[in-house]
Each structure stands twice: as structure tokens, then as C-alpha cells.
């Protein structure tokens, strides 16, 4: 089945540093979404990239989408204690006849003031 | 608008022992799923639903149960509580379909002993 990896799985910065996580999958992806999950809460939308190449921005977030589509980032620039959190893509794969979301494995990300 | 809405929000159960988990969503969003999330494993689809009457098995179904009787509601069950099964669980919904954004429920923490 479908997999999905990312990396690094911990990251520790200082504040004001730059920080980005990347997402691989083993297949093709129709388009990719990125979470975030606060300590303690739960996974909340961030954005999604549909094309190939496609390169979006929220504030201090850039989100690009690969150009094979099996792949993309999250680049945080100078990073900010509220940025602490796990980072999570996702993306739809087909299992048992139907579509579901597979989410990769999460980047933990802890900024020292 | 309450979104969706898991109950309980914590529960400790004995070794063998059975409960159900509620998701609720005011939405009416088409599927909806089940996920554990445990340190370094990310979210791990356990069962989903494509709607009303429709279940199908996620990556780690083994010892759980679903059911979908209503639109609005997603039941999980376990039948014998085992302490593998000791993790944070959450529900989540999409409109239409895994290529829309995912809304979550605010988590349930399970303790198997």
C-alpha cells in the first residue's frame, strides 16, 4: 500500500531559525495536504497544493508540491514559539475499492526561546 | 457550529473489557474515519466510512469494530480491550471526499491496564 514518509521525525531549532520538513510518498499523489497538531490538540488543516510545481505561502509557511507529485515540503521562516507543534502531509490513496486520506508520519518541532 | 465531536474524551478500561467511542459531526460530510496516534507512528487509519451504511478497513483494524447507522455518527468498538490498544484516538470527516479538507475531533485518550 501506499506509504508516507517524512523527515526528520524530531526537530529542535532556536527561535528565529529557519526550519523545513519534508514529505515523501512511494506513489503519485492527486494533491497534498498539510496539519498542524498543537501539543495536546488535534490536527487542523493548514492548505492544499494540487499542481505539479505548486508553490503556496501563509505568512512565514511555504508550501511547495513537487514536480513527479510524490513529494513536498514545509519551509517555516524564523521560526516562533507558536510554531511549536507536529507538522503532518497527507494525501488520498485507494485501498478495499474507495479513497481514503493516509497521513505521513509527522514532524515534531520544539523551538527554544 | 460544533464540528465534530468525540466522547468520551478520556477513558480508562481493565484488560478484556469492551466500549464504544462516539464521533458526531453536524456537517454532513460524506466519510468519515478513525485514527490512533501513538509517539513516533503518526495517524494510523484504523477503520472508514464513505458513508451511511458504507465501512471499510484502514491499515490497523485488527481488534476494533465500526459502524455507520446514521450520516452523522461513526461508532468504534472494542470488543476486548487489550493494552496495545492503549493510545490517543480521533475522528475525522471530510465533505465529499479524501481530496477535501479533514476536519477533526478533539481526541479521545484511552488507557488499557
Known amino acids: 500500500g501506499q506509504q508516507v514518509m517524512q523527515i526528520p521525525q524530531y526537530q529542535h531549532v532556536q527561535e528565529g531559525e529557519d526550519f523545513t520538513t519534508y514529505c515523501n510518498s512511494s506513489?503519485?499523489?492527486?494533491?497534498i495536504q498539510w496539519y498542524k497538531q498543537r501539543p495536546g490538540g488535534h490536527p487542523v488543516f493548514l492548505i492544499q497544493l494540487v499542481k505539479s510545481g505548486e508553490v503556496k505561502k501563509q505568512k512565514r509557511l511555504t508550501f511547495q508540491f513537487g514536480e513527479a507529485k510524490k513529494n513536498s515540503s514545509l519551509h517555516i521562516t524564523a521560526t516562533q514559539t507558536t510554531d511549536v507543534g507536529t507538522y503532518f502531509c497527507a494525501g488520498p490513496s485507494r485501498g478495499g475499492g474507495y479513497q481514503k486520506v493516509t497521513f505521513g508520519t509527522g514532524t515534531k518541532l520544539q523551538v527554544i526561546p | 457550529n460544533a464540528g465534530v465531536t468525540q466522547t468520551p474524551k478520556f477513558r480508562v478500561l481493565k484488560t478484556g473489557q469492551s466500549m464504544t467511542l462516539l464521533c458526531a459531526q453536524d456537517m454532513n460530510h460524506e466519510y468519515m474515519y478513525w485514527y490512533r496516534q501513538d509517539p513516533g507512528m503518526g495517524l494510523r487509519l484504523i477503520h472508514y466510512?464513505?458513508?451511511?451504511?458504507?465501512?471499510a478497513k484502514g491499515e490497523v483494524p485488527d481488534g476494533y469494530n465500526v459502524s455507520r447507522l446514521k450520516k452523522q455518527n461513526f461508532l468504534l468498538g472494542l470488543e476486548s480491550a487489550a493494552p496495545s490498544q492503549t493510545s490517543v484516538y480521533f475522528c475525522a470527516s471530510n465533505l465529499r471526499d479524501p481530496n477535501t479538507e479533514a476536519f477533526f475531533g478533539q481526541g479521545t485518550r484511552l488507557t488499557v491496564v
Open positions: 466510512s464513505v458513508g451511511e451504511g458504507t465501512t
Open positions: 506513489t503519485t499523489l492527486s494533491n
